[in-house]
């Protein structure tokens, strides 16, 4: 059941967590001990949290569970799983083409999914003078070196 | 704060210095037209425009973000007067009575008491900034590690605590945050730790991704779900200036919610949108006539702004003085300025007493341009609210994207970005408390250190609960902090069963 899909999954992060620092090397300068020590208290408190949030869920099992709801609407998980797409799209080209090109692509991109192609003059013109804009703005204004 | 005239003036002078009334200008301008959009808060607001702030000197980007932080909170008004639409929590309360206002047709009267007591509200805290910033800085002076990690600790727990119905929810947040914090080398050890080999978290992830990710990236995510919907039908703005029996209605109001405002904002935790509930709650009670809050009472309007105004100028004094940020607000601005160089903490008091005073000149300045262009310019600001959001919301996340590739020149910080907007998106959702984690990212390494070089001295945790007057303070006031919200919960329980016995 979703519902318990939240506390679950950060019951396993604190797990994970846990099992980590345990495992990490010992130190050789000062208390051998010394990294474990925060990260253990945190994934017990991790753990805990977790455990009792699950039973804070629990008691609620009979009612519907609403949270994702809004991401099963209308064009919503359209947008969501595009943009992702597009963001990881971006990622990949960003070094590769350059800052201009694949900021145009990726700006390009966003504005067809969320304004349609019908708007296609609109969306191409903001792709390409935003682009330009942030590109002039950080490379040449704030002298940041982009690809 | 003493009578240190010559540093007031030299203040007052260098805030006046055309490039730091630009930045005030600049921000107030930027900070309004961000709040206004409806979902954007100041956080967001501040997180996209780090990039900016690089290379400038450390007064100055402090000004900068200060004066987005309450230019934010003017403009978040604007919307919900307007549109229904609160940009963020600490606009909520103005919807209250300000859209009914607009729904009769006073919509510009309303817009214009909101600025006028947003700049009420703002003066009164710069003021109570002066009485009690510097004495708080001295205080804090004896802190050792022991009281610091005290310190973080009621911090992080108030903010929990205060997490609205959601403790567990903010146990969570904060111990991912810290948890976060503690990915790189150990800097006492020179241990790696949660790297999985990858040596671009050799230095740790940095928390300004975190940031960017979750306010911005997230923001707009969460944003994309309710693209479609429209918005609720603007109003004329009517007339723009409000009437004498309109001001005699709400001087006493605005005066005397602007330190109510004041201290709400300077406890950890609390912040602007506790501060307009506590005001409107507490103005309703005062009320001849609070049949009329709701309906489009115009005290109803003005008790929240001015104090949501002093709360973010209350804000800064735990960041600027103990050099712990109290909201999600103040950590973003505390972690952009410590990436400056720039240490906040009792010492900067003493060491940088001209920086300080700028500062504070800088929001006497800075509330009085922003009253100026709210009122003045109120027909261009309105038409803000027109930008279609399908083309404002890719513009923002390329923003982000460029936001954190400044940051290291680093790709793989692009990948966090993602994960983070994602994370933030599903906090969103699942109602999760952003600030504990944001906080928890950004105190996380030095509550760290503290806490080991504590544990050095005093052997065991119960040793550093009792190493001083001030850490068995501070440890007490967690307790209760904690504490409050679980018994107050369980009276309202029982109380509850009660009634339900007895109706049976």
């Given at each position: 059941m979703l519902r318990f899909a939240t506390p679950l999954f950060f019951l396993l992060v604190g797990i994970v967590s846990l099992i980590a620092t345990l495992n990490l090397p010992k130190a050789t300068i000062g208390n051998a001990n010394g990294p474990l020590y925060f990260p253990l208290l945190i994934s017990i408190i991790l753990i805990v949290s977790s455990i009792v949030y699950f039973f804070q869920e629990w008691k609620l099992r009979g009612i519907e569970f609403k949270d994702f709801k809004l991401l099963k609407e209308g064009k919503a998980p359209r947008y969501l799983i595009l943009s992702l797409i597009m963001m990881l799209i971006y990622t990949f080209l960003f070094e590769r083409i350059g800052f201009l090109y694949s900021t145009i692509i990726f700006l390009g991109g966003l504005m067809f999914l969320l304004n349609g192609w019908k708007k296609w003059l609109l969306n191409i013109s903001i792709a390409v003078i935003f682009s330009f804009i942030t590109w002039y703005s950080f490379a040449?204004?704030?002298q940041v070196s982009l690809p | 704060m003493g009578l240190d005239t010559e540093f007031i003036v030299e203040g007052f002078k260098v805030a006046m210095q055309p490039h730091n009334l630009f930045w005030i200008a600049l921000g107030g301008f930027l900070g309004t037209v961000v709040g206004m959009l409806p979902g954007l808060g100041p956080a967001t607001a501040i997180a996209l425009l780090i990039p900016i702030t690089f290379g400038m000197d450390p007064t100055s980007a402090l000004i900068l973000m200060a004066s987005i932080y309450y230019g934010a909170m003017y403009g978040g008004s604007r919307s919900s007067i307007l549109l229904n639409t609160p940009g963020d929590g600490s606009a909520i309360a103005a919807t209250f009575d300000g859209y009914p206002m607009a729904q009769k047709g006073q919509a510009g009267q309303a817009l214009a008491i909101s600025a006028i007591a947003s700049l009420i509200g703002g003066l009164i805290a710069v003021v109570g900034f002066i009485l009690l910033a510097k004495p708080l800085a001295s205080f804090a002076i004896r802190f050792g590690p022991a009281e610091y990690f005290l310190l973080m600790i009621f911090t992080l727990s108030a903010i929990v605590a205060l997490a609205q119905g959601a403790m567990v929810k903010g146990f969570i947040a904060m111990a991912v945050g810290l948890l976060i914090s503690t990915?790189?080398?150990?800097?006492?050890?020179g241990v790696y730790r949660?790297?999985?080999?990858?040596?671009?978290?050799a230095e740790g992830i940095d928390f300004l991704v975190v940031i960017i990710g979750i306010y911005a990236v997230g923001e707009v995510l969460y944003n994309y779900l309710t693209i479609d919907r429209p918005l609720g039908e603007k109003k004329s703005v009517g007339k723009k200036w409000i009437t004498k029996e309109q001001w005699n209605r709400t001087k006493w109001p605005m005066l005397r919610n602007g330190p109510i405002g004041f201290f709400v904002g300077v406890l950890p935790g609390a912040g602007g949108a506790i501060a307009s509930m506590l005001s409107y709650s507490f103005e309703k009670q005062l009320s001849k006539k609070p049949e009329e809050f709701g309906e489009g009472a115009i005290e109803g309007l003005a008790a929240p702004e001015s104090s949501n105004n002093a709360a973010s100028v209350g804000a800064f004094i735990p960041m600027l003085s103990l050099g712990i940020p109290g909201s999600g607000t103040t950590a973003v601005i505390l972690g952009a300025i410590v990436m400056l160089g720039l240490k906040p903490g009792p010492l900067l008091f003493e060491n940088h007493p001209d920086m300080v005073w700028t500062f504070i000149n800088s929001m006497f300045i800075g509330n009085i341009f922003l009253v100026i262009l709210n009122i003045a310019l109120v027909g261009m600001l309105v038409k803000v609210l027109d930008t279609p959001p399908k083309v404002l919301y890719p513009l923002i996340l390329l923003l982000a994207f460029i936001g954190t590739f400044t940051l290291n020149y680093n790709m793989t910080d692009f990948f966090l970005l993602i994960i983070f907007g994602l994370l933030g998106l599903v906090m969103k959702l699942l109602r999760f408390p952003v600030a504990p984690l944001i906080l928890a990212v950004i105190v996380g390494s030095e509550m760290e250190q503290n806490f080991r070089m504590s544990i050095v001295k005093n052997d065991s945790f119960l040793g550093i609960i009792t190493e001083s007057p001030i850490t068995i303070t501070l440890a007490i006031m967690t307790v209760l902090s904690l504490g409050y919200p679980l018994l107050t919960n369980w009276l309202r329980n029982r109380k509850l069963e009660k009634n339900i016995d007895r109706q049976q």
């Open positions: 040449v204004l704030l | 990915v790189g080398i150990d800097l006492q050890t949660f790297t999985g080999g990858n040596p671009n978290l």
